[in-house]
């Protein structure tokens, strides 16, 4: 062991700028996710060769063999018992007991090295290693997770979304920016906590040491009890963990996969390294409590550690004064983990020594049982991200929920009633339903288009200050009504009505589909009720719509006043993405509304120029060709409807797909200035409540009483104000970020949709063109 | 020379296909006369012509030599050959159309000016567009030029005279001129008198039946695909610009793409990589149309302009001929100038003979050629047609199954 831990230490460093190469390069592409995949077979693959070859140079690479001697030698000593039972599952097993033993021993340094490395990695490791950082026990759990990761990514099982969600909760408690990874993972969140609590587990088994891991069970009983039943397991539930460091990636974007890339890269056999590193971390909270537990794998640490880490274990060493040994360990422990790793680490021993206040304050946990500290900390940590993990999973379930709701709507039989200017257009609207909060299963009723309106007007009064993003109806068009008025069968007319007719079932079915919406009275009434009121406040030129224009006229000049200094970046992003958005779908739109009109235009040419082909062929005075040359019309002609046919396709596919998302993409930024209102209401409140208090103090001052009661009284209204609008604006927040990620999960879902019908609709006019041609080839071939 | 002008006669429908170049009339030339244009170039308003002859003919003084001719001289060699009396009996092979690059020089320009408007990539993505453009009728130009100096080479007659041999060889310049206004007015009258002529002159029954039935044909056939020619231009100009909008959607969603923060953006660019593809193949479907129909119509426009010419002149010299009989009626009834209205009249009747001889020969070759050559690309056409909508299906499939594969 010494020996292999001699010759490591030379050549991670080698291995470590490559890898950091390796990290970054992966940060670099998008599509992490295969890639992630891809190193993680390649890191399975290496441990069990490692497994097979204790010697390590199976990997071939200098670092491998390092890692896999430190791992045999760890996992031999250590866990000997477990690891043996790992072996089998396969190199990974042996990786994670490595680990484990890393962990046991290196703790501190761990911590140190996996805050380092996350930091290197990427921005979301930054989080989760400043979380670490902070929280002694963070760190411990998250270095727990990733052994347990590693051990998954052995398994790929999969399963384990867990070990993410750990890091997410970290991630969050460190910093908001984590959070907000972690809210997109929201899936994996629920998971997390599972996940954490196994990885307590595992550190717990790891320890061996009965008080850790009774403390970490009893705090977590859930997770203990998986550990405890897993007890040999513990190498199976790292793996699970494995497995969820996948989910992870995913959940994380990038980010993570950046970071796992890099400890996947380092994995080969590194991803052991790193999971060592986490385990390190987490061993390291551990350790410095932990250490005098963990003495087998103390002993099995330090010689290799020595060479590894040396200098970051020695730094390490000092904050966690525990044990020079458990030091080294880690060090060495870091080494095995990554060559980046290294690098991270040196840094993360640099970190532990300034960590000293975190040590201390582990220390102080420590003071209490290092187990209970580890488990109590990790608890704790854990806690908030399980709690908002679990939020989040609600949230998500409360979605999928929605989205589930059975209801149908379809708007039909465009009908025109009346004559003149006084004509207006009249839609069947039939629903179809399972829902009980209808009456019936199947309903229709006929609204006017200015009832379509009317509904709108309705739900975006009600909801639209609550921050929901209510799906607005097609835009009135006076010219477009005005030729159907005129009532020519003209197809432009035609066309009209049945683009809105579509935009109007849309419309109606994205209201049905917005789980608050439905709730509300107004659709209810809408679908139902046979005689609706007049919606008069639609009417472009009536007094009502007069008032409107004049309320966005005011809207528009306060939004412009106001200037809000966004503490959100979610939401800045946001906003700005839905602007950019916006301006390619227009143009977009514009586009593919002057695709439409260049293939009705060539409709039209093919048509006049099958009459003038067939003219000619009846001018021709050699029989086949003169055949040929009006079966060429012939060909021409089906062209013609089928360009026609492509046109509609354009608009009815394409462009109003486009189209309707403008219209979203309004409503979107809509729901984004309420929440500006909601914020200045907000700002205004407490400038108000600021004025009240000056207004006090200087009562106070003059010494006028009966004045100062009144003062107070204000003051604790526009107290109950500002909290009330504060409350407020958090809401509107959340209910905006619920309702924009509802938002782009439609989008996509709509957008594939529609595309794919869209170039389906593509391909079966291609397909029909081959059959024309096919037809007419023989016929040209015929002319002699 | 002589010998050699038997071998071509009947060889005018076989094929001549070189390279991508439209040739819509079928043409063989035989070893003894190769023409072709070997190099173009375009400078300013002009383009200069590379012409490029092979011959084994002993009037030449070398076997392979290139001058370089201008537009002008092109015109100028069939005018001369519409001025020749000699060539009267025979179909002139239609002159080339004049180069035009203004159209699309002009959008050159603009694309200059609106260079700030727009972003980089839709810049050079325009400008490929444009230069692809510009290349497309240069080559179309090159190609119209040398269909006509082939279909000289080719003929019997005409490619003995020797005005085509000058053009060949002489290896500068012809210092033909462009016609001053004076001549242009004298050409516009000239048109005008041999219209009205053409109307009073067509007004007269012909003797032979054959004549008589070329004539109406020819007169629908020219109306008929003078129409033909346009509508396809413009059905052709509408496929480009459905074509260039498609490739416009592709960039706009490539924008959208790189800009999408979701998941959809590979959604985006895949589907923007489609657009781009099938861009291509409509833009090629729409080039091709061009080439195979466009040009074959626009071709056989000035074709049956030229035989209609052919027609013309004879029935001018029937009815010279049929004056030239009264005349000599005339004569001998007051027995005046009697030898002389004999030798005008047998004059008259020798050139109607001989116009009515060569015409007929010409008319059919006429007809068999322009068999051939409709056969010809109507079947590379419809070939070329579905190759490009299979190409496209293959491409709407494969990205079909991509998209609903990660769906």
Redesign the interface.
């Known amino acids: 062991m010494a020996t292999s831990s001699e010759r490591s230490p030379p050549p991670f460093p080698d291995s470590e700028d490559q890898y950091v190469l390796d990290s970054e390069e992966v940060g670099g592409r998008d599509?992490d996710e295969e890639d992630g995949e891809d190193l993680f077979m390649s890191a399975i693959e290496p441990p069990l060769t490692d497994t097979t070859l204790p010697t390590a140079s199976q990997t071939s690479d200098d670092l491998l063999k390092p890692p896999s001697d430190i791992m045999n030698n760890p996992l031999n000593e250590p866990a000997s018992g477990q690891t043996q039972n790992k072996p089998a599952s396969a190199a990974v097993s042996e990786h994670s007991d490595d680990f484990i033993d890393l962990t046991n021993n290196v703790v501190a340094t761990l911590k140190d090295a996996t805050e380092i490395s996350l930091d290197e990695p990427s921005d979301d490791f930054v989080d989760l290693l400043g979380s670490e950082t902070e929280p002694p026990r963070e760190e411990v759990v998250l270095a727990d997770v990733s052994v347990e990761a590693v051990m998954g990514k052995s398994e790929v099982a999969g399963s384990d979304t867990d070990s993410p969600g750990d890091g997410k909760q970290e991630a969050k408690e460190s910093s908001p920016v984590p959070i907000i990874d972690l809210s997109e993972s929201s899936s994996s969140n629920t998971q997390q906590p599972p996940g954490t609590d196994k990885v307590f587990d595992p550190l717990a088994d790891l320890l061996n040491d009965s008080p850790l891991i009774t403390d970490a069970k009893n705090p977590r009983s859930t997770t203990t009890d998986p550990f405890i039943d897993e007890g040999s397991d513990l190498f199976s539930e790292p793996w699970q963990t494995k497995s969820a460091k996948q989910p992870q990636k995913s959940l994380f974007g990038e980010p993570d996969e950046d970071l796992f890339g890099e400890p996947l890269h380092t994995i080969s056999k590194k991803t052991l390294n790193k999971e060592q590193k986490n385990k390190p971390v987490t061993t390291k909270a551990a350790a410095d409590d932990t250490i005098n537990i963990t003495g087998p794998l103390q002993e099995s640490k330090p010689v290799e550690p020595a060479d590894l880490f040396s200098e970051e274990a020695v730094a390490s060493a000092p904050s966690i004064s525990n044990t020079s040994k458990a030091s080294a360990v880690n060090a060495k422990t870091n080494g095995v983990l990554s060559e980046e790793d290294t690098d991270i680490f040196a840094e993360a021993t640099v970190e532990l020594s300034l960590d000293s206040p975190r040590t201390e304050r582990k220390k102080e946990v420590i003071d209490k049982p290092s187990a209970t500290a580890l488990s109590l900390s990790a608890a704790a940590s854990l806690t908030m991200p399980q709690a908002a993990a679990l939020e989040e999973l609600e949230e998500v379930e409360e979605e999928e929920q929605e989205d589930k709701f059975d209801i149908y709507v379809s708007v039909k039989d465009p009908e025109k009633i009346g004559d003149g200017m006084n004509a207006y257009m009249a839609y069947k609207v039939s629903t179809q339903t399972t829902l009980a909060m209808f009456r019936n299963k199947t309903f229709t009723v006929r609204r006017r288009f200015s009832d379509f309106l009317g509904l709108y007007e309705k739900l975006s009064e009600k909801h639209g200050p609550n921050g929901f993003i209510v799906p607005p109806p097609p835009e009135k068009s006076i010219l477009g009504m005005t030729k159907v008025k005129v009532g020519k069968d003209d197809s432009s007319a035609a066309d009209f009505v049945e683009r809105r007719r579509g935009a109007l079932e849309r419309y109606l079915q994205r209201v049905v589909n917005h789980p608050s919406l439905l709730q509300d009275p107004d659709v209810r009434e809408f679908l139902e009720r046979e005689e609706l009121p007049r919606a008069v406040s639609t009417q472009a030129l009536s007094g009502a719509g007069f008032l409107k224009m004049i309320n966005k006229a005011t809207d528009a000049v306060s939004k412009m006043t106001i200037k809000m200094n966004e503490s959100d970046v979610w939401f800045e992003?946001k906003l700005q993405?839905v602007e950019?958005?916006d301006q390619?779908?227009r143009?977009?739109h514009t586009?593919?509304e002057?695709?439409v009109i260049?293939?009705k235009?060539?409709s039209?040419?093919?048509a006049?120029?099958a009459?003038?082909?067939a003219?000619?062929g009846s001018?021709?005075?050699?029989t086949?060709?003169s055949r040929?040359?009006s079966q060429?019309a012939e060909v021409e002609d089906k062209m013609e409807q089928l360009h026609q046919d492509q046109a509609a396709n354009d608009t009815f596919s394409f462009a109003e797909l486009i189209a309707d998302f403008i219209r979203l993409l309004g409503a979107v930024r809509g729901s984004f200035d309420q929440r500006m209102k909601a914020w200045q209401r907000w700002q205004d409140a407490q400038a108000m409540l600021q004025k009240k208090r000056e207004t006090e103090a200087k009562l106070l001052w003059a010494n006028k009483p009966d004045k100062l009661q009144l003062a107070k009284e204000e003051i604790a209204e526009w107290e109950a104000k500002v909290t009330q609008y504060e409350r407020d604006f958090e809401r509107v927040s959340a209910t905006v970020r619920k309702e924009v990620i509802r938002f782009?999960k439609e989008?996509?879902k709509h957008?594939?949709?529609q595309?794919?019908k869209y170039?389906?609709s593509?391909?079966q006019s291609?397909?029909q063109?081959?059959k024309y041609?096919?037809a007419?080839?023989p016929e040209?071939?015929a002319?002699? | 020379m002589m010998q050699e002008g038997l071998d071509d006669g009947p060889d005018f429908l076989s094929e001549e296909d070189r390279g991508p170049r439209a040739v819509n009339v079928d043409l063989q030339t035989d070893a003894t006369l190769q023409v072709d244009i070997s190099d173009a170039l375009s400078e300013r308003d002009k383009v200069k012509f590379t012409v490029h002859t092979k011959s084994t003919l002993p009037n030449f003084k070398q076997n392979e030599f290139s001058v370089v001719r201008q537009h002008e001289e092109f015109i100028w060699l069939h005018d001369s050959f519409v001025e020749n009396e000699d060539y009267a009996g025979y179909i002139i092979p239609p002159a080339p159309p004049r180069p035009d690059f203004d159209a699309s020089r002009e959008k050159l320009q603009k694309l200059g000016e609106g260079e700030g408007s727009m972003t980089k990539e839709e810049f050079t993505k325009m400008k490929q567009e444009l230069e692809a453009e510009y290349l497309a009728i240069f080559k179309k130009t090159v190609a119209m030029h040398e269909v006509f100096l082939c279909r000289v080479a080719a003929h019997p007659v005409l490619r003995k005279d020797l005005n085509f041999h000058v053009f060949l060889e002489y290896n500068q310049d012809l210092s033909v001129r462009g016609k001053n206004k004076k001549e242009k007015l004298e050409d516009f009258f000239k048109n005008v008198v041999k219209s009205a002529d053409g109307v009073l002159v067509a007004g007269v029954k012909d003797v032979d039946d054959f004549f008589e039935h070329e004539k109406t044909?020819l007169l629908?056939?020219h109306n008929?695909?003078k129409?033909?020619s346009?509508?396809?231009d413009?059905?052709i100009?509408?496929?480009k610009?459905?074509a260039d909008?498609?490739n416009?959607?592709a960039s706009?969603?490539y924008?959208?793409g790189t800009?999408?923060?979701?998941?959809?953006c590979?959604?985006f660019l895949k589907?923007s990589e489609?657009f781009e593809k099938?861009r291509k193949i409509e833009a090629r479907v729409a080039a091709d149309e061009d080439l195979k129909l466009a040009d074959l119509l626009k071709y056989y426009l000035r074709e049956s302009q030229a035989a209609k010419d052919l027609l013309y002149r004879r029935s001018r010299a029937l009815v010279d001929y049929e004056n030239a009989n009264k005349a000599l009626d005339k004569a001998r009834a007051k027995n005046r100038d009697v030898l002389q209205a004999e030798t005008s009249q047998q004059l008259c009747c020798h050139k109607f003979e001989k116009i009515s001889e060569s015409a007929k020969q010409e008319l059919i070759d006429f007809?068999t050629r322009?068999?051939a050559a409709?056969?010809k690309n109507?079947?590379e056409?419809?070939?070329l047609?579905?190759k490009h909508?299979?190409g496209?299906?293959q491409l709407?499939?494969s990205?079909?199954g991509v998209?609903?594969g990660?769906?």
């Not at chain 1, 001018?619 to 050699?622: K, L, R």
Request: aromatic share 8%; hydrophobic share 50%; proline share 0%.
């Open positions: 599509c992003e993405e950019s958005a390619h779908f143009k977009l586009l593919v002057s695709l260049h293939r235009e060539l039209l040419n093919t006049s120029f009459k003038s082909a003219m000619l001018a021709e005075d050699n086949a060709l040929a040359l060429l782009e989008k996509a957008f594939k949709r595309i794919v170039l389906e593509l391909l291609q397909q063109l081959i041609w096919e007419f080839l040209a071939k002319i002699a | 044909f629908e056939y008929r695909v129409d033909a346009a509508k396809s413009k059905m100009r509408s496929h610009s459905a909008d498609i416009r959607i706009s969603l924008t959208l800009q999408d923060s979701t998941d959809l590979k959604f589907v489609l099938t007809k322009r068999v409709f056969r109507l079947v056409l419809a070939e047609e579905l909508a299979k496209n299906l709407l499939q990205c079909l998209l609903k990660n769906t």
